[in-house]
């Protein structure tokens, strides 16, 4: 049987790029096991692939849209002005652990009608190439842990100033394909909906023009996922990403955006256990997913104090001139009890003819952080709309 070091290293890391959201939200007594964390699987779903937002403390679910919209609100695209096209976005993930972990992300978009739009994407997380032993010690080869998640996005607008949007999703997560304590491992496989909403307002806000946005996504809402058929299934990472923004028209060639978004995970909080193992405070995380979605918001065992601890929030700015050239930052909040991800962002946009080009730069403490200088980039290639 091979030695399986490469899937302690695989899933570790899996949670490492979500920071310390899966591992450091626990404390142990002396009596009892205090571990009330959040622990869904294919965390890698989590990440924001597009560098625009990425460069905006990861907000952007309720920032005017870009061909990127997908990724982060499906709703936004019915109010693209182009008639399609296409974005490839790509980051060296936990670069300062290993060398060799990406995250690579291709969308694209068409404009039925002007009022609907269909989009497709694929996210694929590679993460390396890892070696393999068996019991003796001799080589069995190279293995390489990969996660891909494919979406098809419908998205229309209702009236000028209102949009709905839902993506379907095909998950599957390779981490192994040995045994492991006499279980047979096998790809994980899940489906799974993005349901969205956006709304936009042209209005005046202190003596300028300005156009004020809401949005809502909730993501990764799907069935249940396991490596095993003895194993116990667990959540996927559904999310409630929710925003506003107000972007102010200085003159015809200066804008600036502000973005606030919250975000709160639908998962279960693992509940405050004895030494038995019996659940002495919260609830039992092992239940359908409607409940554990709906539960998510009420069965923290610290009650809604801890509730609250549980939303991150990101928030970012953005200047553009004659949109043609940008430069954004931006902030991500976490509390220290609840994954401790705090950083700032910054990052620019270029736009030449038909091309954008985006990138961002994460600053972190390089020594608590392993998400610390990471990169983002994305090109994207969009036609005019000749019909105007």
Same mark, same amino acid.
């Not at 049987?1 to 302690?8: A, D, H, R």
């Not at 964390?37 to 990425?54: E, H, N, Q």
């Not at 652990?97 to 996210?123: K, W």
């Not at 409630?240 to 600036?256: E, H, P, Q, V, W």
């Given at each position: 049987?091979?030695?399986?070091?490469?899937?302690?290293?695989?899933?570790?890391?899996? @949670?490492?790029?979500?920071?310390?959201?899966?591992?450091?939200?626990?404390? *142990?007594?002396?009596?009892?096991?205090?571990?009330?964390?959040?622990?869904?699987?294919?965390? $890698?779903?989590?990440?924001?692939?597009?560098?625009?937002? #990425?460069?905006?403390?990861?907000?952007?679910?309720?920032?005017?849209?870009? #061909?990127?919209?997908?990724?982060?609100?499906?709703?936004?695209?019915?109010?693209?002005?182009?008639?399609?096209?296409?974005?490839?976005?790509?980051?060296?993930?936990?670069?300062?652990?290993?060398?060799?972990?990406?995250?690579?992300?291709?969308? #694209?978009?068409?404009? /039925?009608?002007?009022?609907?739009?269909?989009?497709?994407?694929?996210?694929? $997380?590679?993460?390396?190439?890892?070696?393999?032993?068996?019991?003796?010690?001799g080589s069995e080869g190279t293995f390489n842990p990969n996660e891909l998640a494919f979406?098809?996005?419908?998205?229309?607008?209702?009236?000028?100033?209102?949009?709905?949007?839902?993506?379907?999703?095909?998950?599957?997560?390779?981490?192994?394909?040995?045994?492991? #304590?006499?279980?047979?491992?096998?790809? =994980?496989?899940?489906?799974?909906?993005?349901?969205?909403? @956006?709304?936009?307002? %042209?209005?005046?806000? @202190? =003596?300028?023009?300005?156009?004020?946005?809401?949005?809502?996504?909730l993501s990764n809402i799907g069935t249940k996922m396991s490596y095993a058929e003895t194993?116990?299934?667990? $959540?996927?990472?559904?999310?409630?990403?929710?925003?506003?923004?107000?972007? @102010?028209?200085?003159?015809?060639?200066?804008?600036?955006?502000?973005?606030?978004?919250?975000?709160?995970?639908?998962?279960? *909080?693992?509940?405050?256990?004895?030494?038995?193992?019996?659940?002495?405070?919260?609830?039992?995380?092992?239940?359908?997913?409607?409940?554990?979605?709906?539960?998510? $918001?009420?069965?923290? %065992?610290?009650?809604?104090?801890?509730?609250?601890?549980?939303?991150?929030?990101? *928030?970012?700015?953005?200047? *553009?001139?004659?949109?043609?050239?940008?430069?954004?930052?931006?902030?991500?909040?976490?509390?220290?009890?609840?994954?401790?991800?705090?950083?700032?962002?910054?990052?620019?946009? /270029?736009?030449?003819?038909?091309?954008?080009?985006?990138?961002?730069?994460?600053?972190?403490?390089?020594?608590?952080?392993?998400?610390?200088?990471?990169?983002?980039?994305?090109?994207?290639?969009?036609?005019?709309?000749?019909?105007?």
């Amino acid at each position: 049987m091979m030695k399986l070091n490469y899937l302690g290293r695989a899933l570790l890391l899996l @949670f490492l790029f979500v920071s310390k959201n899966a591992l450091a939200q626990s404390t *142990t007594g002396s009596s009892t096991s205090q571990t009330n964390g959040v622990y869904p699987d294919v965390p $890698f779903l989590l990440i924001t692939p597009d560098a625009r937002a #990425g460069a905006m403390g990861e907000a952007g679910v309720a920032v005017l849209p870009d #061909g990127n919209a997908m990724s982060i609100n499906p709703a936004k695209l019915a109010f693209l002005e182009r008639p399609y096209g296409v974005s490839l976005s790509y980051s060296p993930w936990l670069k300062n652990l290993v060398p060799d972990i990406n995250l690579a992300y291709l969308s #694209g978009f068409y404009q /039925l009608d002007n009022r609907t739009v269909i989009g497709a994407s694929l996210r694929y $997380f590679s993460l390396g190439d890892i070696s393999l032993t068996n019991d003796n010690g001799g080589s069995e080869g190279t293995f390489n842990p990969n996660e891909l998640a494919f979406d098809a996005t419908y998205s229309r607008k209702f009236g000028e100033n209102f949009s709905l949007g839902t993506s379907a999703r095909f998950i599957r997560s390779n981490l192994t394909s040995a045994q492991i #304590g006499g279980s047979q491992q096998k790809a =994980g496989v899940a489906v799974a909906v993005d349901v969205s909403a @956006f709304f936009k307002k %042209p209005t005046v806000l @202190f =003596g300028k023009d300005a156009i004020l946005s809401a949005g809502l996504n909730l993501s990764n809402i799907g069935t249940k996922m396991s490596y095993a058929e003895t194993q116990n299934r667990r $959540f996927l990472p559904a999310n409630m990403k929710l925003g506003g923004a107000s972007t @102010f028209i200085i003159d015809d060639y200066n804008r600036f955006t502000f973005a606030l978004d919250f975000n709160k995970l639908m998962v279960p *909080t693992d509940p405050i256990r004895d030494v038995n193992g019996e659940i002495i405070s919260g609830k039992d995380p092992y239940r359908s997913v409607p409940s554990g979605i709906l539960g998510s $918001f009420a069965d923290a %065992p610290g009650g809604f104090k801890e509730e609250l601890k549980e939303i991150g929030i990101s *928030t970012g700015i953005e200047y *553009t001139y004659n949109q043609q050239f940008a430069v954004r930052a931006g902030y991500f909040y976490e509390n220290p009890q609840k994954g401790d991800r705090r950083y700032l962002t910054v990052g620019g946009g /270029l736009k030449y003819n038909v091309f954008n080009l985006d990138f961002s730069y994460l600053i972190a403490n390089a020594q608590n952080s392993p998400l610390a200088n990471t990169l983002r980039f994305t090109l994207a290639w969009a036609i005019d709309n000749v019909s105007k």
